[in-house]
């Protein structure tokens, strides 16, 4: 069994890559209104702050701080793998489960994960604001470096455009790929 140790530095924003177990879906996108509103649901009774978000078609980059007095991230990402699993099965946007579905019954699947998402994330604690902004454009440029767009502010389902509305990032925004550490696998 493996032992993970995850830094208890309180407040520490954490970055996170949650993949979808089908590479080359394109579900996120094809869902993305069902993974907002899966996130705003957890979001609205287990808070946390999002310093960025992006969603490509078979996986996203996030960079999340949580309450000091409720830092639990894993339960927050269950939840909103197991609503958005749910959600998309109810919208048809994946095939719903077969009656008799052995994997199903035979317990392969924890309640929630339905075999969409890969059972692990990968996870990083930032240690300090420099890596925090780091993580940030990271997330950002990540559409861009898979080809999808040829400017971050291209993507729609990215937080840089909170930033550009808030004044906080130019709406030309690029940068060099910043090498990062992309966390352990949790």
């Not at 979808?20 to 579900?27: C, E, F, I, Y």
Request: positive net charge.
């Amino acid at each position: 069994m493996s032992a993970y140790s995850r830094p208890r530095t309180p407040n520490a924003p954490v970055f996170f890559t949650v993949r979808l177990a089908q590479r080359g879906s394109t579900l996120l996108i094809d869902g993305l209104d069902v993974l907002r509103a899966a996130v705003a649901h957890v979001k609205s009774y287990r808070p946390f702050d999002i310093l960025a978000f992006v969603v490509l078609p078979d996986h996203l980059h996030a960079v999340l701080r949580f309450p000091e007095d409720d830092p639990n991230y894993s339960q927050r990402w269950g939840s909103i793998k197991a609503r958005f699993s749910r959600d998309v099965r109810r919208a048809g946007l994946v095939p719903p489960w077969p009656v008799a579905d052995a994997e199903a019954q035979r317990g392969l699947f924890r309640k929630g994960e339905a075999g969409l998402w890969q059972k692990r994330f990968r996870e990083h604690h930032c240690g300090d604001a420099a890596e925090v902004e780091a993580q940030v454009r990271y997330c950002w440029a990540d559409p861009v470096k898979h080809g999808l767009v040829q400017r971050a502010t291209d993507w729609e389902a990215s937080s840089i455009h909170r930033e550009v509305r808030l004044g906080r990032v130019q709406p030309d925004w690029s940068a060099a790929f910043l090498k990062v550490n992309l966390g352990e696998a949790a």
